[in-house]
């Protein structure tokens, strides 16, 4: 049985990760929340941000689609307060290996790879191409933006975002908070 899915954000990618929660059959979309907008395709924006526990009853779990580290940190922490079971959607288009390891509301989307032992925290974003190679580890709520690339047990500090076509070299840590230039490559020290 599929699972009624609400989704916080009604932008680009709160569009992108409707798109994926519907092509994988797992969900179906009860709607969106979101402050401006109104509809998204035939689906309703119910309401805003401000009362998560309004919306309980129609849906079964919830994830949040904003790309802003430290916005989705607050609005996940809202939704799980309000007693939401938080979703992980994942593209069927991304290969994802059976011993990684995601936490609760993630989105990996189209052409993403997640590989051997990788462990994905709580709300992390892996962005469209974005690889995350055998033991890599992204803290909670990190971002891989598109095509950014993790090499071998790297690690990615919570809320650290690596914006499109960033890449870590092996032995690479980055810190939390940070944010790397697009196009961007670190090596180990």
């Known amino acids: 049985m599929m699972k009624r899915l609400l989704i916080v954000g009604a932008g680009g990618h709160g569009r992108s990760l409707a798109e994926a929660a519907l092509a994988s059959g797992t969900f179906t979309l009860s709607g969106f929340l979101d402050d401006q907008a109104t509809y998204v395709w035939e689906f309703p924006v119910l309401g805003g941000t401000q009362d998560f526990a309004a919306w309980r009853a129609v849906a079964d779990a ?4 904003v790309g802003n580290n430290v916005l989705r940190q607050q609005l996940q922490q809202q939704l799980m307060q309000a007693g939401f079971t938080l979703a992980t ?4 288009r991304a290969v994802v290996a059976p011993s990684a390891d995601l936490g609760m509301g993630c989105a990996v989307m189209a052409g993403a790879i997640i590989g051997t032992e990788a462990k994905l925290g709580l ?9 995350v190679d055998h033991h890599c580890v992204v803290e ?11 090499a071998g047990g790297t ?3 919570t809320g650290a975002w690596m914006q499109a076509g960033s890449a ?7 810190p939390a908070g940070a944010v790397l ?3 961007s490559t670190f090596k180990a020290e």
């Open 62 to 65: 919830a994830i949040v689609a």
């Open 89 to 92: 959607v994942i593209h069927p």
């Open 123 to 131: 709300g992390v974003i892996v962005n469209s191409g974005a690889v």
């Open 140 to 150: 909670d709520y990190g971002h891989l933006g598109v095509a950014a690339a993790m």
């Open 155 to 157: 690690q990615l500090g």
């Open 168 to 174: 870590l070299g092996y032995g690479v840590k980055v």
């Open 181 to 183: 230039p697009p196009g």
